[in-house]
């Protein structure tokens, strides 16, 4: 039994191109992680004394969810690969990887929304920490003001709809980068007909 | 070229990518950080002044390390029908984006850890070779079999 599932899952198949669990695992789970690791350094940040650095813990959060969440499209393409199908063709993989990304996005706005149920003052509390080490910065007046205007528009409550409008495109995009760059990596190659 | 309307869609997307990372300095508009071509950006990149480029002195909507990475990307995603032949087969493309994930690690790290702090323009030759090193990987897969 276990032989001749193998000798399918080598095949290609019509049967076997179900890609949407591994982009909602995939999905999912960068989402939640990303969340994870936003919500545990705004914390960190709401919690720290005004330091003056240019580098915060928001900031330093914002790197590894940025990197975490463009890869989402590697990973479920080789997921795909591994517990699918080995057979993938450029298309599919774009496809799976520009899913990963909205999936990404849309977890990924639902957890923020939940979050506010649980602290509806945590947006603010976040933005009056950074904006006070902004303050303590040595930095010229005109500057001090501009980097406070961009912290406060960025970190302001964006609305669900505004949430996926603004992350599905993007995210979605340089997911299905990395779908594409799966399917190199993962994906059995086609053999040459001569 | 197989792949073409592939092909052309992630072209459109990387211009469309490419065009609102400029920010409000190409529309002659003033720096507002709540536009959505601006707030599109907040989750991924930093947006820091000081490290972005300026267009009239309006800073972009990106870093010059993202700039840098949008600009590769779309500046081979136009070489990809040239690219597919040169790519097809060869191991430089996989050794091209490990040395320029390794390069994007090490300078970093080292900013973080101040042991030197790099400029805007070495960010953004940086961010150029990450994105013309991806597309260099996954070039050959558009190539006609």
């Known amino acids: ?194 | 070229m197989r792949y073409k309307l592939l092909y052309f869609l992630i072209l459109a997307g990387l211009i469309f990518l490419f065009v609102i990372s400029l920010g409000n300095g190409i529309w002659d508009r003033h720096l507002d950080y709540s536009d959505w071509n601006y707030r599109v950006f907040y989750g991924i990149c930093h947006q820091m002044q000081d490290r972005s480029f300026h267009i009239y002195d309006v800073p972009m909507a990106v870093n010059t390390r993202c700039f840098g990475i949008f600009s590769g990307l779309l500046a081979a995603w136009l070489m990809v029908p040239y690219l597919t032949n040169v790519t097809r087969e060869k191991r430089w493309p996989g050794l091209l984006l490990s040395i320029s994930v390794a390069l994007q690690v090490i300078d970093y790290s080292a900013g973080q850890l101040s042991i030197w702090n790099s400029s805007n323009f070495s960010r953004f030759f940086l961010g150029i070779i990450l994105g013309v090193a991806l597309v260099c990987m996954i070039a050959d897969q558009f190539n006609k079999k």
């Open chain 1, 1 to 194: 039994m276990e032989h001749s599932d193998s000798l399918y899952r080598d095949q290609p198949s019509s049967q076997d191109d179900n890609y949407w669990p591994s982009v909602l695992l995939v999905g999912g789970i960068f989402a939640f992680v990303g969340f994870i690791i936003n919500i545990a350094f705004g914390y960190i940040q709401i919690g720290s004394e005004p330091t003056g650095s240019m580098f915060s813990p928001l900031m330093l959060s914002g790197v590894v969810v940025c990197l975490a969440t463009c890869v989402g499209g590697l990973i479920a393409v080789w997921h795909f690969t591994k517990d699918v199908s080995p057979h993938l063709k450029l298309g599919k993989g774009a496809l799976i990887g520009f899913f990963t990304g909205a999936i990404i996005a849309v977890f990924s706005a639902v957890l923020n929304e939940l979050w506010l149920m649980v602290d509806p003052d945590y947006t603010q509390k976040l933005v009056e920490s950074v904006v006070a080490n902004i303050e303590a910065m040595d930095l010229p007046a005109d500057t001090r003001d501009q980097m406070i205007d961009q912290m406060a528009a960025g970190l302001q409550d964006s609305t669900f709809i505004q949430q996926l409008f603004l992350g599905i495109p993007v995210t979605g995009l340089l997911n299905l980068l990395t779908g594409m760059l799966g399917v190199k990596l993962f994906a059995a190659k086609e053999e040459e007909v001569f």
